[in-house]
């Protein structure tokens, strides 16, 4: 049954997916909260391990579906999420070229567009908002954010030393 109920959330997760993963963090992390039992503090490690793994980060699905139910879940997690959207993608695509230059097509597309930022911006939010409880972790993430803008310095750099500096404040 745990696996049906993964199956049907990370498939609905994907076709909701509007504007890449990161549009839907707020709500994987609430129904990852509510029905699985994950913490916060789980998921945004989880999501830290998508983000320095080579390859798509969405793939931090993988680590969810094995934690709740081990290699199967992680199959099906796999596939729920990342085959509905393809197959989606793969029909509207197709009719997107086919629409040309279409005002239509011009008109979808501008109605997207910020409905897709504002989406990614949220799943920022949500994953920010929770990995940034206590003034330490705030203010790694304050010092992350303002070299990041201002540097070419690769995130993968910041991210590992922040986890770095972290675990020290820790051990202190």
Known sequence: MVLVHLALTFAVLSLLAVGGGTAVLPEMQS????????THDRFVHIYSLGQLAPGPNMLMVLVIGLQIAGILGAAVVFLSFFIPSSVLCLFVGRLWMKMGESPWRRAIQNALEPISVGLMLSGVYAVGKAAADTPITFGLALIA???????????????????ILFVIQGLL
């Open 145 to 163: 954010f303002t070299i990041l803008v201002r540097t070419k310095v690769n995130p993968v750099l910041i991210i590992v030393s922040a986890g």
């Open 31 to 38: 129904i990852l909260l509510h029905e699985f039992g994950f």
